[in-house]
């Protein structure tokens, strides 16, 4: 059975840097393509953040592009996103997840919050 265990969510003042970590097991992570996914307050799913299997594609959405890069360890079955330049809009709970059409996902982690504010 597929797990994802996020880690690294907090609250940091706008500005600041989170790194989120994923720990994968259950599946053949190395041959996996792996998402970050989040939901604010309020709102619907977030696709923000994709990476191919061998991490030479990545996807950001436009609301992240240029602050957040996600990236991948194989040999450790973990997935990163780091996060920098954080506004208060990035307040969300962030997923990670796999087998997404979009935001919806098959399989998600239990999530980790992140709270950018003053």
């Known amino acids: 059975e597929a797990q994802l265990v996020e880690s690294g969510g907090g609250l940091v003042q706008p500005g600041g840097s989170l790194r989120l970590s994923c720990a994968a097991s259950?599946?053949?992570?190395?041959?996996?393509?792996m998402n970050w996914v989040r939901q604010a307050p309020g709102k619907e799913l977030e696709r923000v953040s994709g990476?191919?299997?061998?991490?030479?594609?990545?996807y950001y959405a436009d609301s992240v592009k240029g602050r957040f890069t996600i990236s991948r360890d194989n040999a450790k079955n973990t997935l990163y996103l780091q996060l920098n330049s954080l506004k208060t809009e990035d307040t969300a709970m962030y997923y990670c997840?796999?087998?997404?059409?979009?935001?919806?996902?098959?399989?998600r982690g239990q999530g980790t919050e992140v709270t950018v504010s003053s």
């Open positions: 997840a796999k087998d997404c059409s979009g935001a919806n996902c098959v399989t």
């Open positions: 259950g599946f053949t992570f190395s041959l996996s393509r």
């Open positions: 990476i191919s299997a061998y991490g030479t594609s990545t």
